[in-house]
C-alpha cells in the first residue's frame, strides 16, 4: 500500500509519482485530493489528484518547502507512510459547450483529470498553459491530445506567446464564445484569471491551496472567504467561484509563515546537502 510505482522529473524541482492505493482509484473523482504523510514525523501535505492508471493514481509535486522537497527525494520503491482521501468536492463535470481550461505551474497536472471528464461529456476545451520558461510548461503531449485549441505561454518567450496566461485568456476571449473557464495555478495567477473572466462576464472555477492541516474542516487553517462568508478549503472546495474569492485575504495568510518555513528548508538543506538539481 502507497507504494511509489513510477516516478518522473517533468520540469527542474516537479516530479510525477505514482502511488499505489486502491481505495484512492476506486473513489477519487476530478478536482480532488489527498494528503500525503512521508513518515510519522512528516508534515502533512495536501496534494491534487493527476490522474489513475490500474491500482495507482497519479500525483504532481513541485519542491517548494522542506516537506515537498523532501516527498521529492523519495525514491521508486518506497512507502509512503499515510495517503488519506480522496477528499474535498469534485468538480461540476457537466457539458457546458465551449470550455477554456487555464494551468500554470503544477495547477497543470490538476487540470488533467477535469479537462479529460469535460471531453468526455462532449464539451470543445480551449486550453491555455503557461510557465516561466519552455522547461516548466508540463503534461504539453497530454493535453495536445485532449484540446480542440491549445495556447502555450511563457513568460520569456522561449515557447508560445511570450506573456502571461490571461494574454492567451484575452485571445480566446476575442474570438470565441466561452461559455465557462476553470484555472488552477499559483495563487495570484488565479486572482488575475478571475479578473479577465469577471471582465468578459464568463462565469470561472478555481482551484485554492490554502494552508490545510487535517483535510476533514476540523482544524479551520484552510479558511478562506468566499462571497463574504467563512468557507474551508478542504470540505467546501478546493474549487469555489473564482470572482467570490477574498484573494487579497487569502494572499496574506498564505505569506503568515514564511519565514518559519525558509527556516524550515534551510536547515533540511544543511542536513542533505545542496538540492539545486532536483
Known sequence: MNVIRRKRRLAPGVYDFLIENKHIVKYAQPGQFVVIRLHEKAERIPITIAGKEEDCFRAVVRAVGKSTYELCLAEEGSSIMDVAGPLGRPSEIDFYGNVMLVGGGVGIATLLPIAEALKAKGNKLYVVLGGRSKEYVIMLEEFSKLADELIITTDDGSFGIKGVVTDGMQLLFEREKIDIVWAVGP????????????????????????????????????????????????????????????WDELLKRLAQYRKEEEESLKLFIQEVGDLSWL
Open 187 to 246: 495563487t495570484i495567477m488565479m486572482k488575475f484569471c478571475s479578473m479577465k473572466a469577471k471582465e468578459h462576464g464568463v462565469k470561472i472555477w478555481v482551484s485554492l491551496n490554502p494552508i490545510m492541516v487535517d483535510g476533514t474542516g476540523m482544524c479551520g487553517a484552510c479558511r478562506v472567504s468566499v462571497d463574504g462568508k467563512i468557507r474551508f478549503a478542504c470540505v467546501d472546495g478546493p474549487e469555489f467561484e473564482g470572482d467570490r474569492v477574498d
